[in-house]
C-alpha cells in the first residue's frame, strides 16, 4: 500500500504526502513552522552549507562519479523524490536499520506517536545505493535535505557501500546519537504498538513499514525483524 491522502487527525489539514512538489516549495517546513512552532528546525542557509560541505568532501574513489550515490534503507527506496539515473542493492557495514526514531509529526502526532526507520551502529544494512546524477546535483540534493535533515534528527555521512558492481561510495543518513527523539532500541512490544498506533500529515506508520518491507522483498532482500513485525502489527 502506498500513502494515500488523509486528513491530520490532529490538525484536520489534507495529508501532505511525501511529494517532489511538496520539497521543491519546502512545505514541510511551513506545515512544522505552524502546527508545531516549539520544534526546533534547521535553517535553509544551514542545509545548503551541509549539502556544500558534503560535496566538498566527496571520497576520492568518488570524485570521478556522474553524481552521488545516496544509501537508501527506507523511504527513499520507494519514494525518492529525486532523479534517479541508477540503482544497486549493496550492504552497509557498521550500521543497522532499526526503529529507533519516536515520532510526534509527520507519521506521529503527540497524541498518536510513532517510530521511524534510522541507521544506528553496529551490524550491517542492506539497502539501495541510488545514484543522483551530476545535472542539477546541487539542487536534487537540497530536496533531499530537506527531507531528511530538517528537524536534525538524521546525520549525512560519506560511507562505503559492497554493492552488485563492487565497492561503490554514497551519503548515508545515519542517527544523530543526541536527538531527543532518538530512543535508542526498543522492545518489539513498543515498536508494535507504536507502528501501529503512529499517524500523522505524512501518513501512517503502518504504511511506512509495509511499503519499505514490500520494496526490500521486491529487491530480493529479506528484513527478518521487519517481517516479524509486519506480521505483529497486521496480526
Same mark, same amino acid.
Given at each position: 500500500m502506498r500513502d494515500s491522502q488523509a486528513s491530520d487527525p490532529q490538525s484536520g489539514e489534507q495529508s501532505l504526502a511525501m511529494t517532489r512538489e511538496v520539497l521543491e516549495q519546502d512545505r514541510l517546513r511551513r506545515y512544522f513552522?505552524?502546527? &508545531?512552532?516549539?520544534?526546533?528546525?534547521?535553517?535553509?542557509?544551514?542545509?545548503?552549507?551541509?549539502?556544500?560541505?558534503? =560535496? !566538498?568532501?566527496?571520497?576520492?574513489?568518488?570524485?570521478? =562519479?556522474?553524481?552521488?550515490?545516496?544509501? !537508501? &534503507?527506507?523511504? =527513499?527506496?520507494?519514494?525518492?523524490?529525486?532523479?534517479?539515473?541508477?540503482?544497486?542493492?549493496? %550492504?552497509? &557495514?557498521? &550500521? /543497522? %536499520?532499526?526503529?529507533?526514531?519516536?515520532?510526534? /509529526?509527520? %507519521?506521529?502526532?503527540?497524541?498518536?506517536?510513532?517510530?521511524?526507520?534510522?541507521?544506528?551502529?553496529?551490524?550491517?544494512?542492506?539497502?539501495?545505493?541510488?545514484?543522483?546524477?551530476?545535472?542539477?546535483?546541487?539542487?536534487?540534493?537540497?530536496?533531499?535535505?530537506?527531507?531528511?535533515? =530538517?528537524?536534525?534528527?538524521y546525520q549525512p555521512r560519506w560511507v562505503r557501500l559492497s554493492s552488485d558492481i563492487g565497492a561503490l561510495w554514497g551519503i548515508a543518513f545515519v542517527i544523530n546519537p543526541a536527538h531527543d527523539r532518538y530512543i535508542g532500541r526498543q522492545s518489539d512490544e513498543t515498536v508494535i504498538r507504536l507502528l501501529r498506533t503512529g499517524r500523522g500529515v505524512l501518513g501512517s506508520c503502518r504504511e511506512y513499514l509495509d511499503n519499505t518491507v514490500s520494496d526490500l522483498h521486491a529487491l530480493g532482500i529479506r528484513d527478518h525483524r521487519l517481517e516479524r513485525l509486519q506480521r505483529a502489527v497486521h496480526g
Open positions: 513552522e505552524r502546527t &508545531y512552532p516549539e520544534v526546533p528546525l534547521t535553517s535553509p542557509a544551514a542545509l545548503d552549507a551541509s549539502v556544500r560541505e558534503m =560535496l !566538498a568532501n566527496v571520497p576520492e574513489p568518488a570524485r570521478d =562519479l556522474d553524481g552521488v550515490y545516496l544509501f !537508501a &534503507y527506507g523511504s =527513499l527506496i520507494w519514494n525518492p523524490c529525486v532523479e534517479v539515473a541508477e540503482r544497486h542493492t549493496c %550492504r552497509l &557495514y557498521g &550500521y /543497522h %536499520r532499526d526503529f529507533c526514531l519516536k515520532l510526534e /509529526h509527520g %507519521r506521529g502526532t503527540p497524541e498518536s506517536p510513532g517510530l521511524m526507520l534510522a541507521l544506528a551502529p553496529g551490524g550491517s544494512c542492506r539497502g539501495v545505493a541510488l545514484r543522483v546524477p551530476a545535472a542539477n546535483l546541487e539542487r536534487e540534493l537540497t530536496l533531499v535535505w530537506r527531507r531528511e535533515m =530538517l528537524t536534525g534528527a
